[in-house]
């Protein structure tokens, strides 16, 4: 079995700051990717950001380029988002992921979400 459990989410100001926090737990061999996805009212599930476990190979959507950092604890098989400057438009429901190799084989993970909302 494999969990992810996100954390830190909650509401906060346009132009404020969040930090996110995904713990996995389980029967891990090795984690490949960890990564966030967001998922808002009415739209498709999209990609944030991602980060290989040697950290060589990053990826950020546009809309939060310069703005949000991924990283990750490989001793803790922990993963980060910090989200600074946020504004309305990043409100959603945030999902950690994981592909890794466990048990079952390599296979994609995923968190419970947790909702983000950006308001005055």
């Known amino acids: 079995q494999v969990q992810l459990v996100e954390s830190g989410g909650g509401l906060v100001q346009p132009g404020g700051s969040l930090r996110l926090s995904c713990a996995a737990s389980?029967?891990?061999?090795?984690?490949?990717?960890m990564g966030w996805y967001r998922q808002a009212p009415g739209k498709q599930r999209e990609l944030v950001a991602s980060?290989?476990?040697?950290?060589?190979?990053?990826n950020y959507a546009d809309s939060v380029k310069g703005r949000f950092t991924i990283s990750r604890d490989n001793a803790e098989n922990m993963v980060y988002l910090q989200m600074n400057s946020l504004k309305p438009e990043d409100t959603a429901v945030y999902y950690c992921n994981a592909r890794l190799i466990g048990t079952l084989g390599l296979r994609d993970y995923w968190g419970q979400g947790t909702q983000v909302t950006v308001s005055s």
């Open positions: 389980g029967s891990i061999f090795s984690i490949v990717v």
């Open positions: 980060l290989t476990s040697r950290g060589d190979s990053t």
